[in-house]
């Protein structure tokens, strides 16, 4: 996994490079999951240019957790992963990639309810899942109507994530 990201990715505030990457991946999956499984659907990826590219892919995963207590939880979650891609020497990469979750639950309690990121052994919390489409909330901001909606025209050619933001840039989602 670690080679699917240039040799100069970004770790945190302050390392750089696949050695940082490495250790900090197998000290995420270590201290996390005794297991784990992501089922991946629905990819989009738009040209900025021969280069770069932007892109989401959902992902619909499954965690074995181990809680404080040496409890051991199954815990689902859905998300969307914000892609950045840039090719070099040929080769395409991921050059950033945002993860924003919509959901994080044990397998038996079903996300209902706000605040739906719930890990064993820390404090329920919102995901970032739909802040990514501005126009998923002004769709819920407007009170049901009968009136029909205008045709609305097509996104422009490698345009269909930028006009879903409602024409803003990329996102900058802070993530737990």
């Excluded at 590219?53 to 995963?61: D, E, F, I, R, T």
């Excluded at 052994?121 to 990514?132: K, N, S």
């Amino acid at each position: 996994m670690v080679n699917l990201f240039p040799e100069n990715v970004r770790v945190g505030k302050d390392k750089v490079g696949r050695a940082y990457f490495k250790q900090w991946m197998d000290q995420t999956l270590r201290e996390q999951f005794t297991g784990t499984s992501h089922h991946i659907g629905n990819h989009i990826i738009e040209f900025e240019d021969p280069d770069h590219a932007v892109g989401v892919v959902y992902s619909k995963n499954e965690h074995e957790t181990p809680t404080e207590n040496g409890d051991i939880e199954w815990v689902i979650m859905q998300m969307i992963y914000w892609d950045h891609y840039e090719r070099i020497d040929g080769r395409w990469y991921f050059a950033r990639r945002l993860p924003c979750y919509w959901y994080a639950v044990d397998l038996n309690k079903p996300p209902v309810g706000d605040n739906k990121m719930r890990w064993p052994d820390r404090d329920p919390y919102e995901g970032a899942y739909h802040d990514l489409f501005p126009t998923w909330k002004a769709f819920w901001d407007k009170e049901p109507s009968d009136e029909l909606p205008s045709v609305a025209a097509p996104a422009p050619y490698e345009q269909f994530l930028k006009t879903m933001r409602g024409q803003q840039g990329n996102p900058k989602i802070r993530t737990r």
